[in-house]
């Protein structure tokens, strides 16, 4: 089994579409053919949706490009809310999880009992409690990766209404999984029963560059540490997942794709609306994919 994880990063996410593009160029057709399961977090779950639904990376580019700037460059936590509700309900519509053609994973977190909440396609997924188990707690994928991509406080709480578990308080995955690697992996082995010596598995990140503070609410933010607090609990999140996924699966086939980029003119922050500083992400993603080209 193929398994691919996107890590989540706000913006900086284009910087995946740069890798997936070539790697679906070299594949030769859609990505989803070739992964068995996907699983994104945070806005990189609307990326993992994208895919599992079929669309083709370039189309994603395209939509991605416009779809950042519209919610990134909104002022508050409650206007970049409306508009990803919004831009979501236009990209999804009510398609629910049975419209994916392959097996997905969104995580999100309970922010009530600070446990995961991971919205899959497939019963055998389930750990337990299978007799009451519904693909994405049947809710729309809408609501899934609007749920994981609650990044709380630059987006608001989301109050979603599941299938036998009742209303729950959803916010970003990123806070508990931002690299769910452990989790696919849970579900390919422990759940679908695929022995670790026949999973491979692709984990792209967001890439690693310096922070750039700009506007006066991002200086706030800078003020009382809250911005750079919550970069650096992602990014510490991340690599401990990567860590810990060596260390439990040392036979695992797995290769993790996310470079440095130290350079202040490539500064940049999940909050990032610049169109020009996003494509320049989008090729620093594609030069990443030459660099492990090999490897792949």
Do not use: W
Not at 102 to 110: K, P, R, S
Not at 222 to 239: H, M
């Amino acid at each position: 089994m193929n398994i691919l994880v996107l890590d989540g990063g706000g913006s900086k996410d284009v910087y995946t579409i740069g890798v997936l593009k070539e790697l679906e160029l070299r594949l030769g057709s859609p990505i989803y053919q070739h992964f068995g399961l996907v699983f994104g977090t945070s806005t990189r779950s609307i990326i993992a949706a994208l895919i599992a639904l079929g669309y083709k990376v370039k189309d994603i580019e395209n939509l991605y490009l416009e779809l950042i700037p519209k919610i990134m460059n909104k002022k508050s936590r409650k206007a970049r809310s409306k508009s990803l509700e919004k831009e979501a309900k236009i990209i999804f519509g009510d398609k629910k999880f049975d419209n994916f053609k392959t097996h997905v994973g969104i995580v999100a977190l309970n922010f009530e009992t600070q446990k995961p909440l991971v919205f899959k396609t497939n019963i055998n997924q389930a750990h337990g409690m299978k007799q009451s188990f519904k693909p994405g707690f049947g809710c729309t994928i809408e609501t899934a990766v609007r749920c994981s991509s609650a990044a709380y406080p630059f987006f608001e709480k989301i109050k979603i209404n599941t299938d036998h578990h009742g209303k729950i308080d959803v916010v970003d995955g990123g806070f508990i999984a931002n690299n769910s690697t452990l989790y696919s992996m849970i579900d390919a082995y422990k759940a679908l029963k695929y022995d670790e010596a026949n999973i491979s598995l692709l984990n792209v990140g967001v890439g690693h560059y310096v922070e750039k503070t700009s506007g006066l609410f991002h200086k706030f933010l800078k003020l009382f540490s809250i911005y750079n607090f919550i970069e650096k609990v992602l990014t510490a999140n991340s690599n401990s997942n990567a860590i810990l996924s060596r260390l439990l699966f040392p036979n695992l086939d797995m290769l993790r794709i996310s470079d440095s980029f130290p350079e202040p003119r490539h500064g940049t922050n999940m909050l990032e609306s610049d169109f020009k500083k996003l494509k320049k992400m989008l090729q620093l993603g594609r030069s990443s994919y030459a660099r492990y080209e090999k490897q792949i």
